[in-house]
């Protein structure tokens, strides 16, 4: 199952990679990652139908915000699961993310133990 992950920041592909190893090698998941909104639509659009059952975007980035991303992911590819990260766990950006559709909000540092069981049942619902 593919994941993709969506920040301008690039170390965030490290982290990621880091904490998910185990469920990488045992081939549970795949990462994919793109640092921008635009990219990430690109990938999407590349196989038809995407192969990216869940995205995990941050909110706070440069052109597209992850928000406006929610939106449009939303509308054309409706199958795919979106959760959002955000450096602020303000009222604001969670109601709007969740009444956009988000199934998850995460606030940074991400606690990757959650991510883990957010991730568990989407692998275990989509079987």
């Known amino acids: 199952m593919k994941f993709l992950i969506v920040d301008d920041e690039k170390d965030v592909e490290m982290l990621f990679r880091q904490k998910l190893r185990k469920e990488v090698r045992s081939g549970d998941i795949e990462l994919e990652f793109a640092f921008s909104g635009n990219e990430a639509l690109e990938l999407l659009r590349s196989h038809q139908p995407p192969e990216v059952m869940y995205i995990f975007s941050d909110i706070n980035m440069p052109g597209m915000t992850g ?7 939303k509308a054309e590819f409706p199958q795919i699961q979106v959760s ?7 009222r604001e950006n969670y109601n709007r993310a969740i009444n956009s559709g988000a199934k998850g909000f995460f606030v940074k540092p991400i606690d990757f133990d959650s991510l883990k069981g957010e991730l568990n049942e989407i692998i275990g619902n989509a079987q």
Do not use: F
């Open 67 to 73: 928000l406006e991303l929610l939106d449009k992911v």
């Open 84 to 90: 959002m990260i955000s450096a602020y766990g303000d």
